[in-house]
């Protein structure tokens, strides 16, 4: 993997990853509502989902690989554009106060990784444009997939850790944060596309 390749790889992971979104939304709203404790089985349902989508997408992509690469090439243009698409709409969305919760439960939190179709475009995005030209292998895929749920189920952790305080940050300087994270996503849109 080629340098710039990487430095757009881990941007594109860590602001996807970190950006408030359905998940990391519930499992800071259910700390800060119920309390850490409390709150364990929702965000371990949370990163458990994360996993299973992981795994869902990247074996039907490598399927999809070995018999129908012209397919791949084609949804690099497909990924660029959803992360064009992702930072616009962090660019321009607004402040919401609403993130309504029934129930701290397992079920509950991955549930919501299973129909969270940000999510889903995400992994295949990772998966179609960084993993599957630099680890091809069904171990170099499971690897790297493994390290994405890593990073991912970290965000949702580290929201539910820093919980208040980091909501008021974000609330703080909500603007400024999205602006810097959609330009970023843009670069990374414009390097995957340049690419090979």
Not at 52 to 72: E, G, K, P, W
Not at 129 to 141: A, C, H, Q, V
Not at 148 to 171: D, M, P, Q
Request: contains cysteine.
């Amino acid at each position: 993997m080629e340098l710039s390749v990487i430095g757009t790889f881990l941007g594109y992971v860590v602001v996807s990853s970190f950006t408030p979104g359905p998940g990391n939304l519930l499992a800071l709203n259910n700390v800060t509502s119920y309390g850490l404790k409390k709150s364990r089985n929702i965000i371990l349902g949370i990163c458990c989902g994360y996993g299973i989508v992981q795994f869902l997408c990247t074996l039907a992509l490598y399927i999809v690989n070995r018999h129908i690469s012209s397919v791949l090439f084609m949804l690099k243009y497909i990924g660029g554009a959803y992360i064009c698409f992702l930072a616009l709409h962090i660019m321009l969305s607004k402040k919401s106060e609403d993130v309504s919760v029934k129930s701290p439960s397992f079920k509950s939190g991955c549930l919501l990784q299973l129909v969270n179709v940000k999510i889903y475009f995400y992994i295949i995005t990772l998966i179609t444009t960084y993993f599957i030209p630099n680890f091809p292998t069904i171990t170099g895929l499971t690897l790297a997939g493994i390290g994405v749920v890593a990073v991912g189920c970290s965000a949702i952790i580290t929201w539910a850790l820093v919980g208040v305080g980091l909501k008021n940050f974000f609330n703080k300087y909500y603007r400024i944060i999205n602006v810097v994270m959609g330009v970023f996503l843009l670069y990374c849109a414009w390097d995957i596309i340049r690419s090979n």
